[in-house]
């Protein structure tokens, strides 16, 4: 079964880069210059995790082998996958089809959030191929922190189940109802840097907006490309 990325057009991401730049000068205002510390991997029990950065949006990807409880609770709506892809942004915007401007306008204010998930049937590498894919160790203790942050994203039904939404772009991927606000200065790739933060990746989320104030970090960290 093919793993799909969402394809966005370039006239999309440049009104939306465009869009999005006071945003950003707002956030980087209040960015300390403190360099992060030197990403050092897990030993021992390192257990290997992906950030997948593709256009202006970026991912978290874990092996379904190390998803554990309560988070584990998705797995069963994506039977056969290898990996899930976890990616959270504006609702109307992200899941709308065909995005119009008005779409890009409107996620500069202060919205709900939605939780894409998507099933990789190989490694993110393989699958991804197109995309930047980072590899990343985390500490047992670390994994158990984030399984519980992409779990927090989740907004649950009365009965504590993930609430889905609809179907998502890529073949067996679902939208799901999300905590959380999207605006102009927290933005998907805000979420996915705090996600990492809370692994135990040394990561600084503040200021991160666009997708290249993460993945430059990563860079410096000397994390796996």
Known sequence: ??????????????????????GTLQALAGCGSTSPPTYQEAQGDGVRIFMIAAGWHTEIALSINTVQEPLRAVAPDFPGAQYLSFGWGERNYYMARAPTAGDAMSALFPGPAVLLVTPLYSSPRESRASSQVFELSLSTAGLDRLSNYLWAAFEKSG???????????????????????????????????????VGGVPVTPAGVVFVDQLTDQLRSLGAHR
């Open 1 to 22: 079964m093919p793993d799909q990325m969402p394809c966005y057009a370039v006239t999309r991401r440049t009104l939306l880069d465009a869009c999005l730049a006071a």
């Open 159 to 197: 009965d504590g189940t993930p609430r889905r939404l609809a179907a998502g772009p890529a073949p067996g991927s679902a939208f799901y109802a999300a905590t959380g606000t999207y605006s102009a200065s927290y933005t998907c790739n805000t979420w996915t840097a705090e996600g990492l933060r």
